[in-house]
């Protein structure tokens, strides 16, 4: 495994976008060609879109979800269309969106045929004293708020397919997408969505959606999008960690995060997070071999990376 590195904090401006298509584990001499040029042209497109919006006066919630919705809706990352395969060879959707401003949050998992998971969760947030719906509820609830829902067929594509028959784990090296905002206004929000892991129990929930562990925003420190191997996330409940040691430590995001993926190392997991405190400042620290990320603020060009 290789050691979480520190990394130096970027400050996007008052306000400014964060986005990851995953973690993984294909080696650089391994990358390249069409299909790296159009993941790297996909995070481009969801970094515009919320972006566009920021710029625009909108507010943190609506960028992550609009950065989070271009993502989905690619083939070539594990969320939405393009969603691992479980062990069931069926396709089992993840998400959560969350609030910096209230603390509120809505959260989706084991969604089998709503398109944008992150719109289900928002309307759970929005639309229900609940914060998780689950199962085929979930996708009853997205039909009754008159969210697209979409064939078993649409989510599967040739590549996920291929990993699901080989019984290969994570499906090629990239999968959770998530965001992480700063609006004009002064308030954080993040979202992450999953088609969780290739071969995985059915009903197996990861981090994405759980409030605190794969996903987290507060304004007095910072808004968390987590991606990696789902369950020690949860078990380090790594994205509220975060924001505790800034809270209660007093460090800064770049050294609360480094020391929660440091943490995760230590027992065997690997991933990494997008997290982005309420100055702008960004950090985006992993500990696998790649991370899929990019941002763009008022005053950070909008910029794309893979590998360190």
């Known amino acids: 495994m290789i050691a979480a590195r520190r990394h130096a904090t970027l400050a996007l401006g008052r306000f400014g976008l964060a986005v990851h298509g995953g973690a993984g584990t294909i080696e650089r001499a391994d990358m390249g060609g069409p299909r790296e040029a159009r993941q790297r042209a996909a995070l481009a497109r969801a970094l515009t879109a919320g972006y566009a919006l920021l710029r625009e006066g909108a507010s943190a919630l609506d960028a992550v979800a609009a950065a989070v919705l271009v993502l989905e809706d ?41 398109r944008n998971p992150v719109l289900v969760a928002r309307a759970v947030m929005q639309h229900t004293p609940h914060v998780m719906l689950a199962g085929p509820a979930a996708d009853r609830f997205a039909r009754r708020r008159g969210l697209a829902l979409m064939p078993a067929a649409y989510f599967a594509t040739a590549h996920r397919r291929r990993a ?35 071969g995985k129990l059915a009903g197996r929930v990861g981090d994405s959606p759980i409030v605190g562990a794969g996903v987290y925003a507060d304004n007095s420190t910072c808004a ?59 950090a985006m620290p992993f500990n696998s071999a ?10 950070a060009r909008l910029s794309v990376a893979i590998y360190r």
């Open 224 to 282: 968390v999008s987590a991606t990696g191997t789902g369950e020690y996330f949860i078990r380090t409940v790594a994205a509220h960690d975060i924001a505790a040691r800034m809270r209660y430590r007093g460090e800064s995001l770049a050294e609360a995060a480094h020391a929660v993926l440091a943490r995760i190392a230590r027992l065997g997991g690997a991933g990494g997070v997008i997290a982005l405190d309420r100055r702008g400042r960004l």
């Open 290 to 299: 790649l991370m899929y990320r990019g941002s763009v603020g008022e005053r």
């Open 164 to 198: 699901w028959l080989r019984g290969r784990v994570d499906g090629g090296g990239h999968g959770t997408v998530g965001a992480v905002a700063l609006d004009r206004a002064g308030n954080l929000a993040a979202a992450t969505s999953t088609g969780g892991t290739t």
């Open 74 to 114: 690619s083939p070539l990352f594990n969320a939405g269309r393009g969603a691992a395969f479980n062990a069931d060879g069926r396709h089992e959707l993840d998400a959560a969106i969350a609030d910096g401003a209230t603390l509120a949050a809505g959260s989706v998992a084991a969604l089998r045929r709503a």
